[in-house]
């Protein structure tokens, strides 16, 4: 999985879309992102970043490096929009700090996210030095069908703006401006999406050591009737953003550059996680698709590789690709081809019959043997990850999903595939926050069915508690435990009966497509989604109804539990590793020796693993309560 990203999420009705068997009854999807962290004013006396300044957001991170950013708002990731010039984007929309809107949102426009640079050293440069800043933009809302698009596009009285840092009278000079616009209108007139802008640093006010240039956008909030439907909007997309000196201004440049566009994949055919116990190696998929630009005005050697890691760090499987032609993306928009980098085989199966694991999926690409000066765009990484749950999604959710209908109740379920008889204990879902909340009362009963002929069919569990929307901290799936645990086989559908026909607003992943396996019921017969994407619903299984983790090495204490400040556990070595993992999987804190600091841990229930050497000596659930 592609390290989550800390989305606070919040919606804007984008479109109703009728799918059902009744007119009355429709698939709502709905713009969303991130939400920000506070920002602090440049300061002139802070040490300057030396030119280049160059970022292509490529780390991997939640917010922009903080050693050439001054950050307000804007976050990292990689499915917000279009393919962009490389892995990574940095994305301006309309959610405060506080991961709501920002204070003064309205109809009317207000000022949301800024992005702004650390001071850069430009005192011992002139206007005869052709000190150029470049980036490329786009506006968010995807492209094509409407139930394809990703985000929401910016409108006419929106903007994003660039402005320079004139240290003389401690001003903002605005510099460029874009107005809100559509993908489709900018490919139209321009024959791309992604745009690019070169502005040229020549007035000689700009001319020292406290320098700067930043981002903002302004938006306005689209006005509706229905709770739930309203919320963040209008973003923006930026990448690859240079200031050096000896540059022109004139047409676009050649950046000697290969690199990654897209993010890493599963190495799973159908899933991005799944139980441990479940695996089987038919659920490995034969190849992964893997999006590979060069940014230079001709083809360019270049090798591939990946490799699977295990925890420990040891090498269980590396592919070669050997040295291919990367052809030019420019003009034609050319990725690379060559199957054995753009399609590379699955030579590799996880073992079966294993307690929990984690494997890094590591992949390389390069020009030539040395590779070229952007390595952060040359590696991308996948988090194979076999704990105790399912999971169709990667973590990170692009819009926001839910029913609308005039029936008095609505249906929403995902279909599993189980080898093998399980216990069906808990359901994490990631819900996304709505406008003042609009969303938190909205009840609902977590619901197991059968399968028949791909459509879930008789009830096999119903929760008699009311559940509602809970949001735990910014980028939290909250975990419902089940009243009692369900036995299950074969292919079960679970997701849950909604007690109204309210918006109810659930994490949509736009990267990892299981459409084929959503359905909902909003009338006599289940329907099928035909939006591409996954529900951020993970059903969990083991013989714990509390988190679904099976413990072993009983005989181990760990003390004391709960816990507040440490955690300690007998019978270890000073080389054993002790790690502890959230509900999510992430691990959290980490220590060598017998003793590890939990003070900085939220209360809740965490899973406690121990590696002595290479072997996994103990899992063990361990609550923190302050």
């Known amino acids: 999985m592609r390290p989550a990203r800390l989305l606070v999420c919040l919606s804007v009705f984008t479109f109703l879309f009728s799918l059902s068997d009744s007119a009355t009854a429709q698939e709502v999807l709905l713009p969303l992102q991130s939400g920000p962290v506070a920002h602090p004013a440049v300061k002139t006396g802070a040490e300057p970043v030396q030119l280049p300044f160059f970022d292509d957001f490529a780390q ?51 000022a949301a996210d800024t992005l702004g640079s650390r001071p850069i050293a430009l005192g011992d440069k002139g206007p005869a030095d052709s000190v150029v800043l470049s980036f490329y933009y786009l506006p968010g809302g995807g492209q094509g069908d409407l139930w394809l698009r990703i985000g929401d596009a910016p409108e006419a009285v929106d903007s994003l703006m660039l402005e320079f840092y004139r240290e003389e009278d401690s001003a903002w000079v605005m510099v460029w ?8 209108s900018l490919t ?4 791309r999406a992604w745009q690019y802008v070169a502005i040229a640093i020549t007035d000689s006010a700009f001319f020292n050591d406290a320098f700067a240039f930043r ?28 200031v050096d000196a000896g540059r022109s201004t004139t047409g676009e440049p050649e950046f000697r550059d290969v690199a990654f566009v897209a993010p890493a994949p599963s190495m799973l055919a159908h899933y991005q996680a799944m139980p441990a116990r479940q695996f089987r190696r038919s659920e490995m998929a034969d190849s992964m698709a893997m999006t590979i630009t060069n940014l230079y005005g001709s083809a360019l050697a270049s090798q591939y590789q990946y490799a699977v890691v295990d925890a420990q760090g040891d090498t269980l499987y590396r592919y070669d690709g050997g040295f291919v032609n990367a052809p030019a993306y420019l003009p034609d928009g050319s990725y690379q081809q060559a199957a054995a980098h753009a399609r590379p085989e699955v030579g590799y199966a996880f073992p079966e019959g294993t307690s929990q694991s984690e494997y890094s999926v590591v992949h390389v690409v390069r020009e030539g043997v040395g590779g070229d000066a952007h390595g952060n765009n040359d590696t991308v990484r996948f988090r194979q990850v076999f704990a105790d749950y399912y999971a169709y999604d990667d973590g990170s959710a692009e819009n926001g999903y ?65 559940r509602k929307p809970v949001f735990d901290g910014l980028d939290c799936y909250h975990r419902y435990v089940l009243e009692s645990g369900v036995a299950v086989n074969d292919t079960v559908f679970v997701g849950f009966e909604q007690g109204n026909n309210y918006f109810i607003n659930i994490g949509f992943d736009r990267n990892c497509d299981a459409s084929d396996r959503i359905c909902y019921l909003t009338g006599t017969e289940w329907q099928q989604s035909i939006l591409r994407g996954s529900l951020m619903m993970r059903p969990c299984f083991g013989s714990s109804a509390t988190v679904g983790i099976e413990e072993r090495s009983a005989e181990r204490r760990m003390w004391p539990n709960p816990a507040d400040g440490y955690v300690m556990m007998e019978g270890l070595s000073a080389n054993a590793q002790i790690r502890i993992y959230d509900m999510t999987g992430r691990m959290v804190a980490s220590a060598q020796g017998n003793c590890v600091d939990t003070r900085g841990l939220a209360e809740g229930v965490y899973v406690v693993r121990c590696l002595d050497g290479k072997e996994l000596v103990s899992t063990k659930k361990l609550i923190i309560k302050h």
Request: charge should be negative; glycine fraction near 12%; hydrophobic fraction near 40%.
């Open 188 to 191: 139209a007139a321009t024959g």
């Open 215 to 242: 981002f903002r956008n302004l938006c306005s909030v689209a006005a509706t009737s229905k709770p739930g439907l309203a919320g963040n909007c209008d973003y923006w997309h930026v990448d690859y953003v240079m």
């Open 402 to 466: 839910g029913l609308t209908s005039t029936a008095s109740r609505v249906f929403l379920a995902c279909r599993y595939d189980l080898n093998e008889a399980d216990t069906l204990t808990a359901l994490d879902v990631y819900f996304n926050r709505s406008l003042e909340g609009q969303n938190e009362d909205v009840p609902f009963y977590i619901t197991v069915w059968s399968c028949e002929s791909g459509r879930p069919k008789s009830v096999l569990y119903r929760d008699q508690q009311v």
């Open 60 to 110: 991997v991170a939640v917010f922009p490096s903080a050693t050439l950013w001054d950050n307000r708002g804007a976050t990292l990731g990689n499915g917000a929009g279009l393919l962009p010039p490389t892995v990574g984007v940095a994305t301006l929309d309309a959610v405060g700090a506080d991961g709501r809107l920002y204070g003064g949102a309205a109809a009317g426009l207000f």
């Open 177 to 184: 401006a874009r107005g809100g616009t559509e993908v489709d």
